[in-house]
């Protein structure tokens, strides 16, 4: 419980580093995913919030009162992890002017009249320099259409990535140090690392990264794209692939014990915003057993 409880903690400010050892703790011993769910179950139980506003008002009186011993850890977790809530990601927060949690996508209409839909977990901010209308995406993933006609051009800078676009349809994904840019309908300029530039033309994705380009790409936009029409769409893809698209909507853990089921391919259309459902259709068609837990889920 000690463990899991301090995990509690963790998870709400996880890197990937994080996530692959929560993985393998849970993996190590099957009494590890119950005490997790013990403890998560009782960080969302009254009595933890009663204790948790006990402890903050015995703080403020120089923690002269003691609590019981059995709530106290979870109570001290309980003011950490509303510590991490609050302030874990302020930096994002005061730069943002719009931001999506897990699941949500929000449509925008910025000043100049460009389009904005912003896909889960995304954050973005937008204005004017020098008279030009830019958005920051900050982190995540958006789909701008730039209408015919628009004076100026927009600009969209993500990490190392600058595009300039008019009378285009395009997705910018940025996650980790790396920006994918997907051109749907009309040409996109970008730019760089080190000032390389390259014209991106309707049907070609790139990544950039730190170092410059990747290799230009044709891949198929009615998948790739599919999360702008509210679906998930899967043609012969690795279940690893799929379970990491889907922790992007999933507001929980989604774990795989089984590491033969990451090799098994799949094909569907899923909705997006129904990823426990996509999960149990998928345990049907791999035959995978799912374990459903309160924000965990386990395949094996």
């Known amino acids: 419980m000690d463990e899991a409880l301090d995990w509690l903690v963790r998870l709400q400010c996880a890197d990937a580093e994080d996530t692959l050892a929560f993985e393998a703790w849970l993996n190590a011993a099957p009494e590890n995913a119950e005490a997790y769910v013990k403890a998560e179950a009782l960080w969302n139980g009254a009595p933890l919030h009663q204790v948790a506003v006990q402890m903050h008002q015995q703080r403020r009186r120089s923690w002269r ?76 993933e958006a789909y701008f259409q730039v209408a015919e006609g628009a004076q100026l051009p927009l600009e969209v800078q993500a990490g190392p990535l600058s595009a300039q676009a008019r009378d285009t349809d395009f997705a910018v994904r940025y996650l980790g140090d790396e920006a994918q840019v997907r051109v749907q309908r009309g040409d996109v300029e970008l730019q760089g690392a080190r000032d390389q530039r390259i014209r991106l033309s309707a049907g070609e994705s790139i990544s950039v990264g730190p170092h410059g380009f990747g290799q230009r790409q044709r891949p198929d936009m009615r998948t790739d794209l599919a999360w702008v029409d509210g679906r998930l769409v899967f043609e012969n893809c690795p279940l690893s692939q799929v379970l990491a698209e889907l922790r992007r909507y999933y507001p929980g853990w989604i774990i795989n014990r089984n590491t033969q089921l990451g090799n098994v391919t799949v094909t569907g259309n899923y909705r997006l915003d129904q990823p426990l459902e996509t999960l149990r259709a998928l345990a049907h068609i791999t035959s995978a057993r799912l374990h459903e837990y309160p924000a965990l889920v386990i395949l094996n």
Not at 102 to 107: A, H, I, L, S
């Open 65 to 140: 009162g003691r609590l019981c011993s059995h709530w106290k850890p979870l109570a001290t977790a309980a003011l950490l992890l509303i510590g991490l809530c609050t302030f874990g990601n302020l930096p994002l927060r005061l730069q943002a002017d719009h931001l999506t949690v897990v699941g949500e996508r929000q449509r925008l209409q910025l000043e100049d009249g460009a389009k904005v839909l912003l896909n889960t977990d995304s954050a973005v901010a937008s204005g004017y320099r020098d008279g030009r209308q830019i958005a920051r995406l900050l982190r995540g």
